[in-house]
């Protein structure tokens, strides 16, 4: 029969596990929520330190970059080719490894056209042509591989990977032969 001392030490070592996967789904949230917001950082980038290692990787469909200043610029000119931006992420598979963490989350994307698109008609009203409507959202379904770290101030994300599975809707002009 396992002493008390025995079952307080596999409680604390569960709560560790829960606490350390709550933290990292959180993080990873944050991160979904600062691509279309930008409310985690200013306009220097500088509060994505609280998201990602200073050397973090990250490679996307659009263009790879390295750092949290990179990832600032790319979010920036990504998010300007679009009105307004929607990401959603489930399913999140997290794998600890001490202080390491793997995930794997679904993510869904909706891209609305808008004024300056590179669209014909992009600063009308309704986004298209005389006559025509608006161009349909550009949505995307994939997942993110990411790895984290637990550094003294907390989980860091230090290398994200998005993979697209589909995509429907109008793509911008500057999109097209893009590998998805």
Do not use: K
Request: with cysteine; hydrophobic share 35%; aromatic share 8%.
């Amino acid at each position: 029969m396992p002493s008390i001392h025995d079952e307080i030490a596999d409680l604390s070592a569960q709560v560790r596990v829960l606490r350390d996967r709550a933290e990292l789904r959180d993080l990873f949230d944050r991160y979904v929520g600062a691509l279309d917001t930008g409310d985690h950082a200013g306009p220097d980038g500088t509060a994505f330190d609280e998201l990602f290692t200073e050397d973090a990787v990250f490679s996307f469909p659009i263009g790879t970059c390295t750092g949290v200043e990179g990832f600032a610029v790319l979010r920036r000119e990504a998010g300007a080719r679009w009105s307004r931006t929607h990401h959603i992420s489930a399913n999140h598979d997290i794998r600890l490894d001490g202080d390491r963490a793997t995930l794997r989350v679904q993510q869904l994307t909706r891209h609305l056209h808008g004024p300056g698109d590179g669209r014909p008609g992009g600063g009308r009203p309704g986004g298209g042509r005389p006559g025509e409507g608006p161009p349909a959202p550009f949505e995307v379904g994939g997942y993110c591989r990411a790895r984290a770290v637990r550094t003294e101030a907390g989980w860091r994300l230090n290398h994200v990977s998005f993979h697209v599975v589909w995509d429907a809707g109008d793509r911008l002009p500057e999109l097209t032969g893009v590998q998805w």
